[in-house]
């Protein structure tokens, strides 16, 4: 993005792209890196009130650089401002610089941040040890957590992704998408009770919660103008308080992505959700073509072999379909599109009007695969409606939606033919068996003891969400699972990835 923007990028003295800020420069090491400490030289900067560039001074500063009378001058305008000229994009009346160039959450995140806190833990960080705070993990417990992470993958879906390596001894394996699922539902959970002080733990989860938000597919304005900007806020603080710990020697613990984060409330202010401008989606479909390349010498034969063998697949599935009389577009028109399903059909004998309807083995979605959580271990979240005054016999029936889970069982579909209607649309009943969810809880996350279940319920399949995936929570007594949900904006990009099958 530096390069696109004609900027200098992290090895600048004015490293950020959206403020002023000054960088320093490690007085050790020997490299052109410049950090952006939190405090120095007894002058903190305020997160809240950053020095903000503008689209007028961005193209100023960048015409006085391409203006300059020699090219010493240049360099020296380049390296007060950070622009190295007018960039070609410029001349495009529709962009704004910076606020046209927002950051992206999976490499800020997934990529940079996630990958420097593990590396704190395990003690692998550019050589640095804890200094005066505790924050490592004993090598043994690194180990445990790597063998739970593995053993996690038997009751994740599937439809979540690839099962996620051995974080211990296969750290080389893990992808954008293997952190974002590892931070997002194992590791709160395999983490909890593992620091010898729980203010770290307590510190990450923040950050788990603001990496949840940013993945939301609607984020109210107000929101995130206060409330999202002081958690970042106060976590990168916290941050540097106990990794910088204010310590010249310390300096690298202070990378331009961490200071990167005071600015997502802006991009999102700019932008929208910061699902809607990542990279990730663009890297699966580029995941996908890649891995199709047999010749080095000519790989876009290889590219264009796939896309064709990829259209062609598509343009069977849909004349499938179609032909199979399934084209009409009121079909389950609440369900299309969020179930994927084997469809159990059981003729219902008190209900002599009821006519049986064909109906394809799968449907596409972009929400989860149910098919493979008939009748296995995996969990689904539901959301039924209800009563909170069904205690209160005076009170009136007042709804509302609640989530719920439990193990799907079997699903069920029929037409019902009504007396004196023309409505003979498919009814889908979903056969449920709830968990026992406590209410009061020591977890910071849903649970429910293995075994535990609620007497089995038929309800609307209109009613079920998506798949959840269940982590083992505790390390001795009774096997208590924790309950977690793949984040929205992850949901939402399955159906960039190509389907194969």
Not at 416 to 436: H, M, T, Y
């Amino acid at each position: 993005m530096a390069k696109l923007m004609c900027m200098k990028g992290p090895n600048g003295l004015c490293p950020c792209r959206t403020c002023k800020i000054i960088g320093i420069r490690a007085r050790e090491g020997g490299n052109n890196t410049h950090y952006v400490p939190y405090f120095w030289d007894s002058e903190p900067y305020n997160p809240f009130n950053l020095l903000l560039r503008t689209h007028d001074e961005f193209i100023a500063d960048a015409l006085a650089v391409e203006s300059a009378p020699s090219k010493a001058e240049a360099e020296r305008r380049a390296k007060e401002t950070g622009i190295n000229g007018l960039p070609i994009l410029a001349s495009l009346s529709s962009l704004k610089f910076p606020h046209s160039f927002g950051h992206d959450l999976m490499h800020l995140i997934s990529e940079n941040v996630i990958k420097n806190l593990l590396s704190f833990w395990i003690g692998e960080y550019k050589g640095l040890d804890a200094g005066v705070e505790e924050y490592e993990l004993a090598p043994e417990v690194v180990e445990e957590i790597g063998k739970e992470c593995a053993v996690a993958g038997d009751t994740t879906p599937a439809a979540f992704g690839a099962r996620i390596p051995n974080i211990a001894t296969k750290r080389h394996y893990f992808t954008a998408k293997s952190y974002t699922l590892w931070t997002t539902m194992l590791a709160p959970v395999l983490l909890r009770g593992r620091f010898s002080h729980p203010k770290y733990y307590r510190h990450f989860l923040k950050l788990v919660n603001i990496f949840n938000d940013c993945l939301s597919m609607s984020l109210e304005r107000d929101y995130v103008d206060r409330d999202l900007c002081r958690q970042i806020a106060v976590w990168v603080q916290e941050y540097k308080m106990y990794y910088y710990q204010y310590e010249d020697a310390r300096l690298s613990t202070c990378p331009l992505t961490i200071h990167a984060l005071l600015h997502i409330p802006d991009d999102i202010l700019n932008g929208g959700p910061m699902w809607c401008y990542w990279n990730y989606v663009t890297e699966c479909y580029v995941g996908f073509l890649v891995r199709s390349s047999k010749s080095r010498r000519n790989p876009y034969a290889s590219f264009a072999r796939r896309l064709h063998e990829l259209t062609q697949n598509t343009a069977i599935k849909i004349l499938t379909f179609v032909f199979c009389g399934h084209e009409q577009p009121g079909l389950y028109p609440t369900l299309f599109g969020k179930l994927l399903a084997n469809i159990y059909r059981t003729r219902i004998t008190s209900l002599p009007t009821s006519q049986w309807q064909q109906f394809p083995r799968r449907l596409s979605t972009g929400v989860g695969s149910l098919s493979s959580a008939v009748g296995t271990r995996c969990a689904v979240l539901r959301s039924p409606d209800v009563d909170i005054n069904a205690h209160h016999s005076r009170q009136p029936r007042k709804d509302e939606r609640q989530a719920a889970y439990g193990q799907l069982l079997e699903l069920l579909e029929f037409i019902v033919v009504l007396p004196e209607s023309d409505i003979n649309k498919p009814l889908l009943l979903a056969s449920i068996r709830p968990v026992k969810v406590p209410k009061r809880s020591p977890y910071p996350f849903p649970v429910y003891q293995d075994g535990k279940f609620n007497p089995i319920e038929v309800v609307d399949a209109d009613d079920l969400s998506c798949l959840v995936a269940r982590i083992p929570a505790n390390r001795a007594g009774p096997r208590v699972y924790a309950l977690y949900e793949r984040p929205g904006a992850m949901g939402a990009s399955v159906g960039a990835a190509p389907n194969t099958e």
